[in-house]
DNA sequence: AGCCTTATTATGTCCATACATATTTTAAGG
DNA sequence: CCTTAAAATATGTATGGACATAATAAGGCT
């Protein structure tokens, strides 16, 4: 069992929640009669219901009390790690290769998508990332050189883009979109794999505050899984 | 600007951390030097930084004191709502039509993801999403009869087995794993699309405590995309 | 009834304090 | 020098009290 009072208290609500004692939208005592019942002080189970709340379990109103969401909304939380970590952690060898980098003058589809002016360059890159030297994923990546100047200094060649930012930019903002696409002749080419493919895709677009960092396609072998708990 | 002094504390410590006032992986100032600096209560700086920690900006340890996180891996959350709900949040109308449900003895792999037992049965049932009456989703999905009696009295013209299951069973846990395939020649026909197109699916299995409750998988119509931001 | 003002109420936040706990540093002893 | 025990330290948690805030309920007026 957990000892504190406030993860232990947050437990038996969270039980009691889903032994159906109340049911959806119903009004769960207030923070007065819980802390009575649990013989501690209001602020302790302030604190298991709000984090209650954070998760989605319950609904709080001034006044109106705490209520079972009505609404339960799931959440998927995926961790996005570092492409490397991602290979290593399944105990494969990590290898990766720049396939291309020149200064490009971006498409107006990945220009409009990044909010780039009209002249502005950036720096595209593409790299395949091995898992036991098999195919894990392709990577096409674009990168402001204006607000990452000292990306013309980075050490490619041991490290992939993808870590290399992550450590020089480390708390950027960003979204991300997955989607599935079919294997054009160059992504299969590149993955071992035939055109056609059912490929898991990943594109995530990196900011700094309002200026636009990094821009990235991702495409992963096929039959890529991404798995989380609820 | 925010009010609440520990939301403002937060902000202010992620941007001094954005900033590069600090490094990856160097010491910040502990709480009692913080609650002097910004003129508060040591609480109210232990909360702050207690929600930096749950966000993976930093990493505290007792005594060791509280350190930018040196590896920061980026959290995508996503809200795994009601297939109706997600229709309906972009302005289209839904509908939903069951096109199979019977008794069955699932296959083997389905019934080791399931743990079932040797003859345990489930209801099977095959439902097609639509949004604008274009096809949506298509759902296979599994349903433990002995966990969940009531099914056999659920309105399922009315209300999705996907709805219904969320309200019926709200808060059980479960694990959700995303990934693309090629449209077989069944799924092609149901989505409206040729066979082999690229489709986004999820597969989703639910428990309550450590009962099966149900597991489902689901193609989305070609071209589909998930979206989240960081 | 309908409308406005005022009380009531449950949650939100903050504080000062106290003690617990994990971890490192230091000191003592061999 | 190494091992072991004690002190120091930063975070973790709990308390009781206080006041703020939002939303509802109650009351009084036209």
């Known amino acids: 069992m957990t000892k504190n009072s406030h ?14 004692e109340w049911s959806l939208g119903d009004r769960i005592p207030d ?9 501690c002080a209001r602020t302790t189970v302030n604190r298991a219901l709000q984090a209650l709340a954070n998760d989605g ?37 990590y290898r990766h290769h720049v396939t291309e980098k020149a200064i490009a003058s971006p498409t107006p589809s990945i220009r409009t998508r990044l909010r ?4 502005d360059e950036t720096l ?7 898992a036991d030297e098999q195919p894990f994923a392709f990577e096409m990546r674009w990168i402001n050189t204006i607000a990452v100047p000292s990306v013309f200094n980075a050490p490619f060649d041991r490290l992939s883009a993808n870590e290399w930012l992550v ?3 480390p708390f950027s903002s960003g ?14 080419r590149a993955l071992g794999t035939k055109p056609g493919t059912a490929i898991f895709s990943i594109n995530r677009t990196t900011w700094l505050g309002d200026r636009f ?11 890529f899984q991404l798995y989380t708990k609820l």
């Open 57 to 93: 379990f319950v609904v709080r109103k001034r006044k109106g009390g705490t209520r079972v969401n009505p609404l339960p909304v799931r959440q998927a939380k995926f961790d996005i790690p570092i492409i490397r970590e991602q290979v290593e952690a399944t105990g494969s060898v």
């Open 116 to 119: 780039l002016g009209h002249d």
């Open 124 to 130: 595209y890159m593409e790299t395949m990332h091995f």
């Open 167 to 169: 450590q020089t930019m």
């Open 7 to 20: 993860t232990a208290i947050r437990q038996s609500l969270e039980k009691r929640i889903q032994s159906g």
């Open 175 to 188: 979204d991300v979109e997955f989607s599935a696409v079919n294997a054009d002749r160059r992504v299969a």
């Open 31 to 39: 923070e007065i009669d819980l802390s009575q019942e649990y013989g």
């Open 213 to 223: 960092i990094t821009a990235m396609t991702l495409f992963h072998r096929a039959g």
